[in-house]
């Protein structure tokens, strides 16, 4: 089965955006730690960033579909500021079915208030943050024990 690893905006920028914030890691290290979660589960991996609201709704799309060919683990996605705008992409995960994990890799209920509203989570199977970007592959192994749990 296929996961998708979705990053939202700015997340190009991850090992230069305020790195006391975001760590030092890079957008190229956390697909390594993806790829890596996911050959321990025998997933395949499809990591994507964009900027554009647009193209994450493509996305999760996209999933929709591999979901509905029971092809699909999850979704695990950090779709940044539009986490906290997008009623776009919680109709679309709504829309699809597909199960998703929002993740950010800081707390953001330790932050700025505009960051505590999210309109992602609730449609979303489980919500991930604060773990830095040790969060990603939490969130592949928690799909991965969250399809071992299905019958068959
Ligand atoms: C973020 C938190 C969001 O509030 C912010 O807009 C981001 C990154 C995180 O990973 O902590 O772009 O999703």
Redo the contacts with the bound molecule.
Sequence with gaps: KTVFVLNG???NLLGTREPAV?GAATLADVEKLCADACERHGFALRFHQSNHEGALVDWIHEAGRLHAAGELAGVVI?A??Y??TSIALHDATKGTGITLIEL???N?HAREAF?HHSYMAAAAKAVMCGFGVLGYGLAIDGLAQLLAQQPA
Excluded: C, K, M, Q
Aim: hydrophobic share 30%; no cysteine.
């Design positions: 905006p700015n997340l975001y950090n940044g500021a986490t906290h950010h890799i800081s953001v960051r």
